[in-house]
């Protein structure tokens, strides 16, 4: 049987769509997944993100803005790995993130244990479909529910 060129066809048109300007540096690159960036950015990105991760580890009481100037990284993106829980702060550090549902401050993620708890009661249905997007992060597993985390 012949194969037909059009299954060719569409799958480089389907990557075509996924051709995107990346937000750090502008140039085009072939988009697949997560933050709009390229490999080139990512790269930088992560690196940032281990030397943050040590300037705070090293510094125990540092402030975000301080972290900020130090690190040559604008706060917003300090927060923004807080919130993504990849970034862990000390029990005393003056930085710290807000409930997004009550305004407490916490440590890391989007919400306080107290509203994390009321939402996993009231979400649970939904949180069954939720789970079934494989590139979505799995809820169910709170790495502050061990103890050992909390005396870094
Ligand atoms: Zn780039
Ligand atoms: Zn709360």
């Not at 960036?37 to 090293?58: P, S, T």
């Not at 702060?89 to 009321?118: H, M, Q, W």
Request: proline share 6%; glycine share 6%.
């Amino acid at each position: 049987m012949l194969r037909l060129p059009v299954a060719q066809e569409y799958e480089r048109q389907g990557m075509d769509m996924n051709v995107k300007n990346c937000r750090g540096c502008g140039r085009i690159f072939n988009y697949v997944a997560g933050p709009v960036l390229c490999q080139v950015c990512r790269e930088g990105l992560e690196a940032k993100f281990q030397e943050v991760k040590e300037y705070i580890r090293q510094n125990p009481g540092v402030g975000i803005n301080e972290v900020s100037v130090a690190c040559d990284v604008s706060p917003s993106q300090v927060q923004q790995w807080l919130r993504e829980e990849r970034l862990e702060v000390t029990e005393d550090s003056p930085i710290f993130l807000t409930c997004e549902s009550c305004g407490a401050n916490i440590r890391c993620g989007k919400y306080c244990d107290k509203c994390k708890n009321t939402m996993a009661s009231e979400l649970r249905g939904a949180m069954r479909s939720y789970n079934t997007h494989p590139e979505k992060k799995e809820p169910k597993k709170d790495p502050r529910d061990n103890p050992r985390m909390r005396y870094l």
